[in-house]
């Protein structure tokens, strides 16, 4: 069982205790494009909220069963690959977004394409 904690105290917290300055707060999120090394004109999406490891990240990952599509953004002229279940956090709205959907694909097929 899962019990709070301070280390302050050294004592455990009550659930009054632990939810006593509980806040919702607004995590930074960033999107970063990662252009693909044989065809500049294409990137991957990479969405994360911890960006200050961005310089110290060695690999992008991809979930191999997950479905992600490469997409023309109509406004930038850009085309990106993104997880399908990501598109809601590119576009506010996907169903009225602007942009075409030029392919679909799992994961593992993505796996092994270089990027910079």
Known sequence: RVMPY???CTTPLSNFEA???YKDVDDPAV??????VDDPSVSFLA???TPWTLPSNLALCVNPELEYVLISDEE?????YIARLR?????K??????F???RSCLGKELVGMKYQ
């Open 47 to 49: 969405w994360t909220t």
């Open 93 to 98: 709205n996907p169903k009225k977004a602007k």
């Open 19 to 21: 939810n006593l300055n």
């Open 6 to 8: 301070s280390t302050a």
């Open 31 to 36: 999107t970063v494009a990662f252009p693909l």
């Open 76 to 80: 930038s002229g850009n085309k990106y």
């Open 100 to 102: 075409t959907e030029i």
């Open 87 to 91: 598109l809601a956090q590119l576009y």
